[in-house]
């Protein structure tokens, strides 16, 4: 059920999609006359590796910088890439990946090799199931540009502030799969466009619907400023990435 799901939504969403992206790519190419496309290397089910494919948001060879967390005012991105990543249009193009059975429309979001091999055991139960384009945290955490912005190690603080967060939350999911959770996760995906506050009232009322620890609860709120915490399966604040 959940994979005829993926291949009936991702085939609607990228024909719906496609006249916006198709702007896109030629706003993009026009800009710097490189590909419109990044192809991301991106740690997949069972820990294989697989292609994501996204929008060109930053300027080619960014990654070179090998930094992997992207913070609003980061200087690799271009100027028609902050729109990208504003309406999440990088997004949307990973609809093919989902077509191809890489990802799954609903899961834990897919993370680069070098932060997967700094995985708790715990936390390595993500890799049991296929990475998706949206999940709990991907609506707690919409506006992780801005937690990162102006922090002098974007990739440390990510590591301090959303993956003890972000795992859990994976985790949560994991555990409470269903097709109904995940057509409810995609509709407050959806509704975090237009609210993303609208929608994290309704993930936290899901997740106190579930029984999630209160401590969870409280950080999905948002209505506290974040602070350093262990990554599931730890008892240490990260300090080195």
């Known amino acids: ?87 999440k249009l990088d997004e949307f193009t990973q609809l093919w990946n989902v077509l191809l059975g890489d990802m799954s429309l609903v899961g834990p979001r897919p993370n680069v090799k070098r932060d997967t091999d700094l995985y708790s055991e715990i936390e390595k139960k993500l890799l049991l199931v296929k990475p998706g384009i949206t999940d709990f945290s991907s609506i707690i955490f919409s506006d992780e540009g801005e937690i990162l912005k102006d922090v002098e190690n974007p990739d440390l603080t990510y590591h301090q502030l959303i993956r003890p967060w972000k795992s859990r939350l994976g985790l949560i999911y994991i555990e409470n799969q269903t097709t109904l ?35 969870v609860t409280q950080a999905s709120r948002r209505e506290s400023k974040l602070y350093p915490y262990p990554p599931p399966g730890m008892d240490k604040i990260v300090v080195k990435r």
């Open 1 to 87: 059920m959940k994979r005829s799901l993926d291949i009936l939504v991702s085939f609607i969403g990228l024909f719906l999609m496609s006249p916006i992206l198709l702007v896109f790519i030629f706003l993009i190419y026009r800009q710097d006359k490189h590909r419109p496309f990044y192809i991301a290397k991106r740690v997949g089910k069972d820990s294989v590796m697989f292609n994501m494919v996204k929008l060109r948001s930053m300027v080619i060879d960014a990654e070179e910088k090998k930094v992997d967390s992207t913070a609003l005012n980061d200087s690799r991105i271009t100027t028609i890439g902050k729109k990208v990543r504003k309406y």
């Open 181 to 215: 959770l995940d057509i409810k996760i995609v509709i407050y995906t959806l509704v975090s466009i237009i609210s993303r506050r609208t929608a994290i009232k309704w993930v936290v009322k899901q997740l106190e619907s579930i029984g999630v620890d209160p401590v």
